[in-house]
């Protein structure tokens, strides 16, 4: 949906906005009977901060490139990110079935990266590495092929990992459905006062005006998706809950090729097959 839309990046921050009003009376209700702890609070800001470098980053990355790359590669290094803070910061365990996920991971954001060079730099950039000839050039050459997009899809993919696992302690103190109000009101705002700097008003309000449906709907599915997630997190390990989100990343890449008309090459469908399938593999481990 956002992908559709004239300036995604407003999307995606009106979008948040939209949706933490359409639950505000939800929000107050949660508030008088489940009242957040002190230490809640801390994990709310905490999280606030992250999405709006989610929000920034994902944002950005769709006004420069395909949904069939910046979808994939974010949420696939997310994926692989978060069994590595699950062991070395909550202290899970990673059995071998999910270190075999994770190396699918990596196999399918390479492919991808490699789906987004033409053919004749990549032969070029090998022959001089070979030779041991203008490495230099070779990398430049190689630099000027990776889009702005590809950048910003890795750093939503790092921030993935670090909210996944802040958000899994966060729900211990907060309920979900609160905890996802506040995510989604502080990030849209923070989102919104970044924005209002490289953006005029007028263009927020055009973008809610031609994109109201979106905003609404797609606030709505974006509210209700987490918070699931969320609900998930307070009775099982982030390293399992994680990974069962990345189906949606084929369906990503099938909707980038059907609806959005983006070139799907064979190498970019064969890496969102090994990152789904590497998802798979962690969420089935033992």
């Known amino acids: 949906m956002v992908r559709r ?20 009376p939800l929000a107050i209700y949660l508030l008088i009977v489940d009242f957040p702890s002190g230490t809640g609070w801390w994990f709310i800001l905490a999280t606030i901060v992250l999405h709006i470098w989610y929000f920034a980053t994902l944002g950005y990355a769709y ?10 590669v974010a949420r696939g290094l997310g994926l692989a990110i978060i069994p590595i803070l699950g062991v070395f910061v909550v202290g899970e365990s990673m059995s071998w079935q999910a ?15 490699i789906s987004d060079i033409e053919t004749a730099t990549i ?22 092929q990776v889009r702005p997009a590809w950048m910003l899809a890795i750093l939503t993919g790092l921030v993935i990992g670090i909210y996944s696992v802040v958000d899994a302690q966060g729900v211990k103190h907060v309920q979900p459905a609160l905890y996802m109000f506040f995510l989604q009101l502080g990030g849209g705002l923070g989102m919104m006062v970044i924005q209002s700097r490289l953006e005029t008003r007028e263009a927020f309000i055009d973008e809610a005006r031609r994109h109201w449906k979106i905003l ?19 009775f099982s ?13 084929l369906l990503a890449v099938g909707y980038g090729a059907i609806v959005l008309k983006e070139g799907v090459t064979p190498v970019r469908a064969l890496g969102a ?14």
């Open 63 to 72: 006004n420069t490139g395909d949904l069939s790359i910046v979808y994939p």
């Open 99 to 113: 270190a075999v996920g994770a190396a699918s991971i990596v196999t399918g954001l390479a492919f991808i990266a």
């Open 5 to 24: 839309a004239t300036r995604p990046a407003v999307t995606t921050t009106l979008m948040a906005v939209t949706s933490a009003v359409l639950v505000l």
């Open 216 to 234: 609404v709907i797609g606030g709505l599915l974006q509210f209700a998706a987490y918070t699931l997630v969320l609900t998930a997190l307070t």
């Open 273 to 286: 097959i090994c990152i789904a399938s590497g998802g798979a593999a962690i969420a089935l481990s033992p």
């Open 237 to 249: 390990p982030v390293s399992y809950v994680g990974p069962f989100r990345e189906i949606s990343i």
């Open 123 to 144: 032969k070029r950039t090998v022959r001089s590495w070979l030779m041991l000839m203008r490495k230099w050039r070779a990398v430049r050459r190689f630099r000027a």
